[in-house]
């Protein structure tokens, strides 16, 4: 299995402005900087630092060596990159004081994609592959088309929203990633719910993430339907938020992360991006999105997922020293209703959670490190071997030793 992005490559030119600027009116900018942009260079460096091996396809000029080298850097497979006689894609973006944006784009190079460089791009790629797209570059209809056809499943972000991708027949995707606006533009419906019911209607084997801002993310498909909460960062640029998203929810998916997963680490990434400047720059790693995971909160967090994050971060950072009394400072309660308020809201008791959280740095360790599996087990802070290769029998289906082998295996399938 194989991932292809086929998108855009943009040079953005950041504009500081207090206020976006309005139809006639002239406004002064207090900063100008130059990053690396562009859908499709956003999402395969989302991807890359995801953890995915991506391939990219697209276009620059020659004036773009330097978006070539940040996607290398960034662990992109450039074998389908092609160099034209044409400027590379520009974008023009305003910020302001709240960290909102406006953009202007400039297609460049973008548009030098051929009928016949798809053809060549996609006799490397077969049934099962993923497609990853935006509407960044020419003949995108042409483009799914062919990828439906050789049996590749393709992931659509439909941005920029433009009507001519009502003609694109949607039963040809596989994963629909859209927000508020794309959402209306497919279906008329400005409601985030009559959309739901629109595409379950008219697209029953469809698999939507509907994003929507602050208020998370939503997916829907024939019989399912998950939520996911946005986290709360103080946003600085948002230009690269729905790139990022759209990367790390590709890279979980066609990595074998479950769906609850992949959206959680989505909007953990796309919060860290909104809170950076620039685009590309902006997209996180993969072990900053884990390690800020455990502390970050999401809008309108109850008092009970507060403090239920508080419990994970606690296991987390003390699996050697762990206790109960411990965990109860953390919280604010007495040892013996922090062991009740774990029971009722958890559903597990406070050994339990530990036992869980050894066997989680366990797989990690014996996924990540070639250390021998008796010294990984004396790490997790359990002296008795035997009781925690059993423990993690009952999490895992395998014993350590067998969980390393096939994590291995799918890292060489890969």
Known sequence: MKILNFGSCNIDCVY???????PGETVPAFGLEHFAGGKGLNQSIALARAGAQVFHAGCIGSDGQMLRKLLQDSGVNLKYLKTVDRNTGQAVIQVDSHGENSILLYGGANFAVTRDY?????????AGDFLLIQNEISQLPYLIEKAYAAGMRVI???SPFQQSLGDIDLNKISYLILNE????GFSGLSAPEEFVIWSRLNYPNLRVIL???????????????IEQSAFCVKAVDTTAAGDTFTGYFAAGITGGKSVERSLCLASCAAAIAVSKKGAAPSVPSINEVEKRLETMLPYECSGTEQKKRTVKAYFENHLSDASLGGLAAQLGYCPSYTGRWLKNNIGASFSELLLSARCRMLAAELEDTELCVSELIARTGYNNESFIRKAFYREYGCTPLEYRKRKQGEKYDK
Not at 181 to 184: C, P
């Open 16 to 22: 500081s402005v207090e206020n976006i600027v309005r």
């Open 118 to 126: 798809i053809d060549e791009v996609l006799a490397d790629f077969s």
């Open 156 to 158: 659509f972000n439909p």
């Open 181 to 184: 606006i794309e959402a209306a």
């Open 211 to 225: 994003t929507l801002g602050k208020n998370g993310s939503i997916y829907f498909d024939g019989n399912a339907r």
